[in-house]
């Protein structure tokens, strides 16, 4: 068995506590067989944004995430959410920052693309060198787990039973393992 050198989080429903309107429509979704329109991830970000909603953060995660950081260990986010809305959720919380992160794997958005020119996006940007990928589709695509690949090939992280997935989505978990990384179960 090869040794854990990075462990690769989802954000919603690991390190922040699922909305319940996410949680509902990947019910829906999951009960018609139909994948989530990215339209629907768009429309989430701005509501949060408009309407002030602030995910919770699970503090065991988000304590694990510092520990794994402070030892040297590779700590990666894979998420649905585009970079837009990470910079919205760690710009206003002090519990974690992308300077916790090595690797940040995100959903494209025009909304990032707008905000490559805000002086504070920017700044956030900066904060801390880190492998920041972009794809479109969502993570279940494939485009998402060649990045992390990618990564790990540049980080000397041999193979990819080195790196472990934690994910509340078990089709994720799944198309992880098929892909060669490590999982909880």
Do not use: C, Y
């Not at 050198?5 to 922040?16: A, E, R």
């Amino acid at each position: 068995m090869s040794q854990i050198k990075m462990t690769v989080f989802d954000l919603d429903g690991i390190i922040v506590e699922s909305g319940r309107r996410e949680k509902l429509w990947r019910w829906l979704a999951r009960k018609i067989r139909i994948k989530t329109p990215r339209i629907l991830f768009f429309l989430q970000e701005i509501i949060e944004v408009i309407f002030d909603i602030r995910p919770k953060i699970i503090k065991e995660t988000a304590e694990a995430i510092k520990k794994f950081n402070e030892s040297g260990h590779f700590v990666g986010l894979l998420t649905d959410r585009s970079l837009w809305s990470l910079w919205i959720f760690f710009s206003n919380n002090n519990v974690l920052s992308v300077k916790n992160f090595n690797f940040i794997q995100t959903r494209k958005s025009v909304l990032n693309r707008l905000l490559k020119k805000n002086p504070a996006f920017v700044h956030f940007l900066s904060a801390k060198k880190f492998a920041n990928f972009e794809f479109d589709g969502v993570k279940s695509d494939i485009q998402a787990f060649q990045n992390l690949k990618k990564f790990a090939a540049e980080n000397n992280i041999k193979e990819l039973q080195e790196i472990f997935m934690i994910d509340d989505m078990p089709q994720i978990l799944k198309l992880a393992e098929k892909n060669g990384f490590s999982i909880p179960f």
